[in-house]
């Protein structure tokens, strides 16, 4: 109950993992959340590049369908331990992100790139299985259940500006409201 020792059918009992606590809240960033909780929050670029949209993006940025949009994947790392994959994707007049550093805070770049800052947004939680691919970059299991984030950010006009999917290995993290 206390989150000290977990079990594994047909494995055993083992001393729990300690978990980063961060806040979850779309109001902060994961940058800033690190930072709030004493933590140092690095990336490594996994993708950035430029992809056909899907139906949602189309939706949500208003734009036709063999219009590319900028892709940007991330591993996450709170204080060395990889725990989340971030997919970002823009709308197509955000292309300058293709050449930028985006390995610090997203927001901060598009402020002092674009003058853009962010405004509201929306946040949906659920719950997703480890790919493959994912369980690798995380240091899992594949089909270890893992905690999705999905956003939708405006700018402070109210335009569309990102959508955002992120993959938390709950391993390492425990978010909080």
């Not at 060395?80 to 955000?94: G, R, S």
């Not at 929306?122 to 719950?127: G, S």
Request: net charge neutral.
């Amino acid at each position: 109950d206390n989150g000290v020792l977990i079990r594994s059918h047909g494995r055993g009992t083992f001393v729990a993992p300690r978990k980063e606590k961060l806040r979850a809240a779309g109001d902060v960033g994961f940058t800033r959340s690190c930072a709030m909780e004493g933590k140092k929050a690095t990336n490594r670029i996994l993708n950035q590049d430029l992809v056909f949209p899907s139906k949602k993006d189309m939706a949500f940025f208003q734009i036709p369908e063999d219009e590319r949009i900028i892709r940007i994947k991330r591993l996450r790392y709170v204080d060395n331990k990889p725990c989340v994959i971030e997919t970002l994707h823009f709308a197509p007049q955000y292309h300058e992100l293709l050449q930028a550093d985006v390995t610090g805070s997203v927001t901060d770049t598009l402020l002092r790139i674009f003058g853009v800052r962010t405004g509201e947004g929306e946040r949906t939680v659920d719950v997703c299985m480890a790919q493959e691919e994912e369980a690798d970059y995380l240091n899992t299991e594949a089909d270890t259940p893992m905690l999705l984030l999905e956003d939708r950010q405006y700018d402070t006009a109210g335009k569309p500006l990102f959508l955002s999917k992120q993959i938390f290995c709950t391993k390492f993290i425990k978010l909080y409201l």
